[in-house]
């Protein structure tokens, strides 16, 4: 193993403390105010991105950015491989930034985009496009491929599944969320949405996971189409009203995951993608508790959100993953 995968490796193991955890969590989900919550944000390992008064919105942006920021630093200490291996984890900001750019084309507006900085795939080009048209052409002539259309549901879709292809081949120790991701994808369109895919979609889906699911007509034919290493997402999905909790079951299964691969001993991929995964389980955690402290998570008396009627998944998300 080279000097750049050890210096990588020890590197990401210590970025793995820079988290406020379960406790953390549940301490701003019970903060009593948004802007409660939001101090306590900009006084934890995200307070280089979240300011005291910011809004909703710019808060989580910052708190997903600060993953972003992680993944950078890690990626400059690595060898080419390495970089490569972050740069297909750290896709997800490419497509957020390509999400609200199609918003802003729609004259709907956006967010400041995420900054990728060496680990753009095909942004800056991208972002200089006027025209859903313009923008399929450039993701035709990326990594991302062709997307079979210029809606923003078909951008949306392809490069998800352009990203969890992307992993399975250059990160093999995510390869089992790549695909439950996907599975759980194919499940929320199919069945939480009752639409199909579109054809470009379809493909991709039938490339990551097989074409036994294009002829399940229920959730449970779905899930029994799928290869173990997708089908475990919907393991305990009932029905589909039920699919929030199986998210839930996706980011509890990266962070065991990840703590397994950080705590191994010696250098390489494994920790480096323990540790991708350990930061965005956290940042998944902090957004949870930031959105319950904005619903109200806690009430005078302090009861849980489950014993309460009406709260969303985010307000059960850290009974569901403690």
């Known amino acids: 193993m ?66 972003l920021w992680h993944l950078r630093v890690l990626a400059g200490w690595l060898p080419a491989g390495g970089a490569d291996t972050v740069r297909a984890l750290a896709g997800w900001f490419e497509i957020a930034n390509v999400d609200e750019h199609l918003r802003a084309l729609d004259g709907r507006g956006t967010s400041r985009p995420y900054e990728l900085g060496s680990l753009a795939t095909a942004w800056p080009s991208l972002a200089a496009t006027g025209s ?14 062709d997307p079979g259309g210029d809606t923003a549901r078909e951008v949306h879709l392809a490069m998800r599944l352009a990203w969890a292809a992307r992993i399975a081949t250059r990160a093999p120790a995510a390869r089992d969320w790549a695909l439950g991701g996907a599975a759980l994808l194919l499940a929320v ?3 939480g949405r009752g639409l199909p895919l ?40 009932a029905d589909a009203r039920d699919l929030w909790r199986a998210e839930i079951g996706w980011w509890r299964r990266v962070r065991a995951d990840s703590a397994k691969l950080t705590a191994r001993s010696g250098f390489g991929p494994g920790p480096v993608v323990g540790a991708a995964g350990l930061l965005a389980a956290d940042a998944w955690l902090a957004l949870a508790g930031l959105e319950a402290a904005a619903r109200g998570y806690a009430d005078a008396d302090g009861r849980s959100p489950s014993s309460r009627a009406g709260d969303a998944s985010a307000l059960e998300a850290f009974d569901a993953m403690a």
């Open 2 to 67: 080279s000097a750049g995968w050890a210096a990588g490796s020890v590197r990401a193991r210590a970025m793995t403390h820079r988290r406020v955890g379960t406790g953390g969590a549940r301490t701003v989900a019970a903060s009593g105010s948004l802007s409660a919550a939001v101090d306590l944000l900009a006084r934890s390992p995200y307070g280089a991105r979240v300011r005291p008064g910011d809004a909703l919105a710019d808060a989580a942006h910052g708190v997903r950015a600060t993953v």
């Open 132 to 145: 859903h048209d313009e923008l399929r052409t450039v993701l035709t002539a990326s990594r991302w491929g």
């Open 189 to 191: 369109e199919l069945f």
């Open 198 to 237: 579109p054809a470009v979609a379809a493909a991709r889906a039938t490339g990551l996971l097989g074409p036994a699911w294009t002829g399940a007509g229920t959730l449970d034919a779905l899930r029994a189409a799928l290869p173990p290493a997708g089908r475990w997402a919907l393991a305990d999905v």
